[in-house]
């Protein structure tokens, strides 16, 4: 079947109305859903996957339940606002979506423009201290794709953490974009849980960019989806700005994970730190991409990038793909990879201390885990990380 | 007690142990001193149950149960500990979390009731005073940034809550300072009494200094040339350890 039938379905009218959204299909129908033909998609056959897609969602379908976190919070369901369950903060509003917004060569932000269900805008004045918010899309069996948009633009020197939290049952694709703008000096602590069914199909791509002196720190912690993708695009335009692009993906059975990073460095004096973190048990399969783009003007660049990988069972697989673009002559850019299974010295070290096999092992992963979890400290939303943790374990039942 | 007898061992086709025979009685401690690539540390690995050695014959008796039949873990169960050479490092694992669960795992397997992390605490910090170590070691994550030292102590402290009946020594001498090796004696010292046995590993005497051992034996070939009191120690330190391959 082809990986577009399920446009035959879907109520393309609205779309037709406005004239960005029309030619944002296009753009899709033409690109279609990205393959292996597509070098940055070579680890990733999302055409394949979406050729056999259930789309049919059942009649009757159970509530979510929200997590409780008593904090400023924007509900999406199924893509749609929900006033009832949102409390949103000052700067917090619904995204409406008649608005023109980027669509770019990638197809999957086309799709998401061309369909446009709501969003989240997110606008903070200069100097505003934001605290901590939340944002969560929940999602269901649904017989369309799930295309919310996000914009959040910090101005000069505010401040803000963004939890965001992607959940739901049956099968579905949740397809978000991020648009964050970050002014000269403005903070931004985005930490994501992609914790969607396993049915689903999760391919968010996030971009962001930076002012002089703004600091960015994504960690997305992802356990869900039956494929999912993370793409990021971190464009550093003034000087001194400063990422932390953190990742952590833990996968089993026949789940596929990928965390896929761009980061242009196209100003002097910044900073890129990226660990990825994979846990990959059963025949599931991890891939990370990440290449930094130093442009000619970006002296004193300092880039580093680790990826790292735990090999649960004999067909676990990971694909790293690291690529450095350097045009400038004095930049400080690493990268590295440790890939492997339990350590047998380790396991050794806690067999001789009475604690058996499958304990010890469990206490390794454990510690992987917890490792993984750093780029969040003691934030409030460590809970919900920590949950996801515990339920993708018992899933893994290792 | 334990009970070895004409044990030989090899990694990979080569051996190492060639005909082991040693008894160390309930209360006794026992040196094992000898040159480099001697076997020392190949017996505590076979008696803990390290893989990749491979028993060719003989046979250890602990207690009168056949050791080399049993996992590590039910060694241990059984009262077995090894203070390794090189203690490993665990990141991410907390040393409190790390030495509770194998106490509590060691008392499952004896049929005992867990310890609560209450209970366990205030015992950890106790042998942690008794033994002048600093009382952050237990929050740290196991040996991560540990000194040489640090991490000998940290065995030492494993030990004490564990409470062996047989502890095996492998080396815990080597690279320590006089104020190290003084607490790692004095942990071993405090454990001395009739349900405690030791084999202690060492290259040198200086160890044997502060733990008097009842017997001392020089392993040389894969075999034990030599037995004798705790002056033999002395007498090696002496005299080094050339032609007592060929005794």
């Known amino acids: ?398 | 007690m334990l009970e070895i007898k004409n044990l030989t061992a090899s990694i990979e086709d080569k051996t190492i142990l060639n005909g082991i025979d040693l008894v160390v009685p309930d209360g006794e401690i026992h040196a094992i001193m000898g040159p480099n690539g001697a076997g020392k540390s190949t017996l505590s690995y076979v008696l803990s149950g390290r893989e990749g050695y491979e028993v060719t014959g003989g046979s250890v008796l602990f207690n009168g149960q056949d050791l080399l039949a049993m996992e590590p873990e039910a060694r241990a169960a059984a009262g077995v500990f090894l203070a390794f050479q090189y203690p490993i490092e665990l990141p991410g694992v907390g040393n409190a979390n790390f030495i509770r669960t194998a106490v509590n795992a060691v008392r499952k397997a004896r049929g005992e009731a867990e310890m609560d992390t209450v209970a366990f605490l205030k015992e950890a910090r106790a042998a942690i005073k008794r033994l002048s170590m600093p009382e952050d070691m237990l929050k740290r994550n196991v040996n991560v940034g540990f000194s040489g030292g640090e991490k000998k102590r940290n065995e030492i402290l494993q030990m004490a809550l564990l409470q062996p009946s047989l502890a095996l020594l492998d080396e815990t001498d080597s690279g320590l300072d006089i104020d190290a090796l003084r607490i790692v004696a004095d942990g071993v010292n405090a454990a001395r009494g009739p349900n405690f046995s030791a084999l202690v590993i060492t290259h040198y005497q200086r160890l044997l200094d502060h733990i008097v051992p009842d017997r001392v034996h020089v392993l040389a070939g894969g075999r034990i040339v030599r037995s004798g009191g705790p002056d033999l120690a002395l007498e090696l330190e002496a005299h080094g350890y050339a032609g007592l391959e060929a005794a």
């Open chain 1, 1 to 398: 079947m082809s990986d577009l039938a399920f446009l035959d379905r879907v109520d393309l009218a609205s779309v037709m109305e406005h004239p960005h959204r029309r030619a944002a299909l296009d753009a899709f129908r033409t690109a279609g859903f990205p393959n292996r033909r597509d070098e940055a998609w070579h680890f990733t056959d999302l055409k394949a996957r979406m050729r056999d897609f259930d789309w049919t969602p059942p009649g009757d379908q159970a509530a979510l339940m929200l997590p409780d976190l008593s904090l400023p919070c924007a509900v999406l369901r199924d893509g749609v606002w929900d006033a009832a369950s949102s409390r949103p903060a000052p700067f917090m509003s619904r995204l409406v979506r008649n608005e023109v917004l980027p669509a770019g060569a990638n197809s999957l932000v086309a799709l998401n423009v061309a369909l446009g269900q709501d969003g989240v805008d997110i606008a903070l004045r200069d100097a505003e201290v934001g605290g901590t918010v939340m944002v969560v899309a929940q999602a269901r069996a649904n017989a369309q794709p799930i295309t919310p948009r996000y914009r959040v633009v910090l101005g000069a020197g505010a401040s803000l953490t963004l939890i965001e939290v992607a959940q739901g049952s049956g099968a579905y694709v949740h397809d978000p974009v991020w648009d964050i703008t970050l002014g000269t000096g403005a903070r931004l602590e985005h930490y994501r849980l992609q914790d969607d069914s396993v049915q689903s199909v999760h391919v968010a791509t996030v971009f962001v960019t930076m002012a002089e002196g703004a600091h960015y720190n994504g960690f997305t912690l992802a356990t869900g989806a039956s494929l999912a993708r993370s793409e990021f695009h971190v464009a550093l335009t003034g000087a001194h700005g400063d990422v932390q692009l953190n990742a952590a993906q833990l996968l089993t059975g026949r789940q596929h994970g990928d965390v896929t990073t761009v980061i242009a460095h196209r100003a002097p004096h910044c900073s890129s730190r990226q660990t990825v973190k994979s846990v990959i048990d059963g025949m599931a399969r991890g891939v990370f991409q990440g290449r930094i783009e130093v442009d000619r003007i970006a002296q004193k660049t300092d880039g580093y990038q680790m990826n790292q990988a735990l090999l649960l069972s004999p067909d676990a697989e990971i694909d790293s793909k690291p690529e450095l673009e350097i045009f400038a002559d004095d930049v400080k850019c690493s990268h590295g990879a440790t890939i492997g299974a339990l350590d047998p010295e380790q396991i050794f070290y806690l067999r001789s201390r009475g604690i058996d096999e499958a304990q010890g092992r469990a206490m390794l992963i454990r510690a992987f885990l917890t490792e993984a979890l750093e780029p969040i400290g003691e934030s409030v939303a460590r809970p919900i990380f920590e949950a996801a943790i515990d339920e993708w374990w018992r899933r893994a039942a290792l």
